[in-house]
């Protein structure tokens, strides 16, 4: 087993000089016993705007006082240790701007191991120990807790989790062997795995109390005071700690290995084999069952050197700093306060589109919403799905009966356009067709004012021409979401030759708004998501129409680790729109961008794949493959994918050269947040640089250095 101390940790320290440094500071607390704890508070010294975080000089110097109370325990000046932290705040887990900094493997390991060595001597002080989770504990913040004997937490911690698979990596300070045998394997699964591929999914409380991570929990008005009197109770024998979740021999015997081969597949399922990290963590978990600590922590140090010196961690880093950062900043937005004031909303339509619409505009802005169409029908039935959606968040807890109330008399439908004259905001969602959405504007145009903003969901049309027969195009504006409406996070605002300032501020301005990140585009075919993926699901189209094989394709493309199969996207969108989708591309870059007249044959019959009844897909509907049947050139897995590759390098390219967005990182924060592409590939450029793709086709690449791992 590695002998932690006698490793030296120099270069690492020398590596984190500039460390924003989480301090432990100590007190002793006499507690109504007599008894003394010492109380470990960490705080770097910062407001709740940057959490505690731990780099390697903040874990030696806590290593450091762990010592020295050790020494006290042992000199019998001490009776137990706790640790809490800053206001709301435990830790936020490793520094990850050190740790996506690290130049080598060996530097890894050796991050890995120190945390392992400093958080291992909570455990080791000689008196019983504590962990008090007053708010906020990610990653190495919930490790810090699992090395201690007892937990409580505040009713009010908004967060508890391990996020690390969703980043690249793994929980590599003792969670995955400690978290699984102090709660099960099926909810540690959840929580190592699940929970970070639903959307970094995290704890409340109550879960955490229920899960049995913490064994008690007390109201955030006197939540140190009652964990001291909680944990004097313990020490004094008074309180009896119960956890029912600690798994016994039959769990070991019997259900960890089912649930690890069940957990597999499911994985599998989902999300293919590209992505390195659930699976690491899940063989972590497996072998954690049985054998030592020490046993579990050394393939912890091994794993988490491996995930963080490689490119998938790398490209994770990046992509979580396009989505916490560059997205709160967009490029090329005018100042905010040349925004237009919105105080009420028109939609032009009441389809489900429209209908979403009005729903998000109506929660998120709070001011009155109208719907319109062409007749009261078609009005009444999307007011009966608004309100409907919102009675099922009333029912859920989601709002309150007095924000349903509110929310149900901000809505209202007309079909007399007339009802937009004091509109500041007018978005139409009708049918994707130049000359329809023209009419539809002009016809709402002298209604409303001159200075109402008119934004149009189109997807591939250009928004100049929708916009070519009004009196004021430079109030119009492309405001493109994706389905579903509220889940998806991505809308891209498209910028006329036309629009001008104030409309383009608007339009952010209520991106923000409404909880979503906007990214500004240039008004050319596609934007960025949908002529990306043009590009993709055209070569794929291609391929097949050639002679290819549905399942070589899909299997060609799997190194893109991408959520699902072309045709399962193109079942997803919609073969009819797909097809559009294709023939607008190739009709604006007809030397790029295939049509394929057997995707028009597809959407007549309707399906690409043979599903069973809970629509989990059995394989390819045959009557599918003999209509793309009749290709004699078919490709090898390997063309496919290097065409799809030199293909998505050189589009990408060109839209730069464009200007369509303003740099790299826009294209892959549209494809993370719009297209669903995994943290774990950083979008589409690093990938393409990583693999040679943008040298093959320009000459260069779109990142230096490239975003690629270590040695």
């Avoid at 080598?104 to 120190?114: I, K, V």
């Avoid at 020490?235 to 029912?244: D, E, Q, S, W, Y």
């Avoid at 916490?324 to 032009?348: E, H, L, S």
């Avoid at 129409?545 to 996207?569: H, I, K, N, Q, R």
Wanted: charged share 25%.
């Amino acid at each position: 087993m590695t002998n932690y101390s006698e490793i030296d940790f120099s270069d690492l320290l020398a590596f984190s000089a500039d460390e924003v440094v989480t301090h432990s500071f100590v007190r002793d607390v006499k507690l109504a016993s007599g008894k003394t704890l010492a109380l470990i508070t960490l705080d770097n010294g910062r407001d709740h705007t940057r959490p505690n975080t731990l780099g390697p000089v903040t874990l030696t110097e806590y290593g450091a006082t762990l010592d020295a109370l050790k020494k006290r325990a042992a000199a019998g000046e001490i009776d137990a240790v706790a640790v809490t932290g800053k206001p709301f705040i435990l830790a936020a887990g490793a520094d990850l701007s050190k740790v996506g900094e690290v130049s080598s493997r060996a530097m890894a390991l050796q991050m890995a191991q120190l945390g392992h060595y400093t958080l291992t001597k909570l455990s080791e002080v000689g008196v019983p120990s504590f962990a008090f989770i007053n708010g906020l504990a990610l990653g190495g913040g919930v490790e810090i807790t699992l090395a201690a004997d007892y937990r409580t937490i505040d009713s009010s911690a908004p967060a508890v989790a391990f996020p690390e698979v969703f980043l690249g990596i793994i929980p590599g300070w003792g969670g995955a062997y400690l978290l699984p045998n102090l709660i099960g394997i099926e909810n540690a699964l959840n929580v190592i795995i699940s929970n970070p591929l639903r959307n970094n999914k995290t704890l409340k409380a109550p879960e955490v109390l229920e899960l049995g991570i913490a064994d008690a929990m007390f109201s955030s008005a006197n939540f140190l005071e009652e964990s001291l009197i909680w944990a004097d109770g313990v020490l004094t024998g008074a309180i009896t700690v119960k956890r029912p979740n600690v798994p016994g021999k039959i769990e070991r015997l019997v259900k960890w290995d089912a649930a690890i081969g069940i957990a597999r597949k499911q994985l599998e399922s989902r999300i293919g084999t590209v992505a390195k990290s659930p699976y690491a963590a899940l063989e972590l978990l497996r072998a954690a069952k049985s054998g030592t600590r020490e046993e579990g922590f050394a393939r912890e140090d091994e794993a988490l050197a491996d995930l963080v010196a490689g490119d998938q961690f790398r490209a994770s880093i990046y992509s979580f700093d396009l989505v916490q950062k560059r997205a709160k900043r967009p490029a090329g937005a005018p100042d905010k306060k040349i925004a237009k004031p919105v105080t009420k909303v028109g939609v032009i339509g009441a389809g489900l589109m429209a209908s979403q619409f009005a729903l998000l505009f109506v929660r998120r802005l709070q001011v009155p919403v109208v719907i319109t169409d062409l007749d009261q029908a078609r009005v009444d039935k999307g007011l009966d799905y608004i309100r409907g959606e919102i009675a099922t968040l009333l029912s859920k807890g989601r709002i309150s009966p007095d924000e349903s109330n509110k929310l149900n008399a901000l809505i209202s439908g007309t079909t007399n356009k007339a009802d937009f004259a004091d509109a500041d905001w007018v978005i139409e969602a009708v049918f994707e067709e130049l000359g329809v959405k023209q009419e539809v504007f002009a016809d709402v145009e002298q209604y409303i004012s001159d200075t109402a903003v008119l934004a149009t969901n189109t997807s591939s049309l250009s928004v100049e021409q929708i916009a070519s027969k009004l009196k004021h195009p430079e109030r119009v504006v492309g405001f493109h979401f994706f389905n579903p409406v509220a889940v998806m996070p991505l809308v891209e605002v498209v910028n006329t030759p036309h629009t001008d300032d104030a409309t383009l501020s608007t339009a952010m301005v209520v991106a923000a708004k409404l909880r979503k990140n906007a990214v500004i585009t240039r008004d050319t075919p596609g934007f960025v998501v949908n002529r990306i993926l043009a590009k993709l699901l055209g070569e794929a189209m291609h391929a097949v129409d050639t002679g290819t094989p549905f399942e070589v394709v899909d299997t060609a493309l799997a190194p893109f680790g991408l959520p699902m199969t072309s045709f399962e996207l193109l079942e997803l969108v919609g073969l009819k729109v797909g097809a559009h989708v294709l023939d607008t591309h190739h009709a604006a870059f007809p030397d790029r961008f295939f049509e394929s007249q057997n995707l028009h044959k597809l959407a007549e019959h309707g399906k690409i794949f043979e599903r069973d009844a809970k629509g989990k897909v059995k394989g390819f509907d045959k009557t599918a493959v003999a209509i793309v049947a009749g290709g004699t050139t078919p490709m090898t897995g390997a063309e496919i994918l290097r065409r799809v590759e030199d293909g998505l390098a050189d589009e990408i390219h060109r839209m730069l050269e464009d200007d369509v967005v303003h740099a790299a990182e826009d294209i892959d924060l549209c494809l993370i947040l719009g297209a669903g592409w995994p943290f774990q590939m950083g979008g589409a450029t690093p990938y393409l640089d990583r693999v040679g793709a943008s040298e093959r086709v320009f000459g260069d690449t779109f990142h230096h250095p490239r975003i690629a791992g270590v040695e």
